[in-house]
């Protein structure tokens, strides 16, 4: 059964920095691209960031300069660094598996992982 797991999440300060990482098991993880959501409390689930095999990416207005994610190939793992993480960034993040379309969104996902909670106290 091809599944996501994610790892990483927890509570920080305002400030502060953490490291999500998403292990693959999907054989399409070398040329599908892969995506970071997050859903806040009463808030639908929105993209944070996502990557292209190749490396190309793109992420949320909210994480621009603050978030980078990349992926490693050879270890069918996507991670995303958080860095200067604010008490809006509070949610469950979910990594994803798109289709093989460009950009993606929350319709052009084909597997989710079952999400870590990130917590960021003021």
């Known amino acids: 059964q091809e599944q996501l797991v994610e790892s990483g999440g927890g509570l920080v300060q305002a400030g502060g920095s953490l490291r999500l990482s998403c292990a693959a098991s999907?054989?399409?993880?070398?040329?599908?691209?892969m995506g970071w959501f997050r859903q806040a409390p009463g808030k639908e689930r929105e993209l944070v960031a996502s990557?292209?095999?190749?490396?190309?990416?793109t992420y949320g207005d909210s994480v621009k300069g603050r978030f980078t994610i990349s992926r490693d190939n050879t270890k069918n793992t996507v991670y995303l660094q958080m860095n200067s993480l604010k008490p809006e960034d509070t949610g469950v993040y979910y990594c994803?598996?798109?289709?093989?379309?460009?950009?993606?969104?929350?319709?052009?996902?084909?597997?989710w992982g079952q999400g870590t909670q990130v917590t960021v106290s003021s």
């Open positions: 994803a598996i798109s289709n093989p379309v460009w950009p993606i969104n929350f319709s052009t996902i084909r597997i």
């Open positions: 999907a054989r399409t993880f070398t040329t599908y691209p």
């Open positions: 990557i292209l095999w190749r490396g190309e990416t």
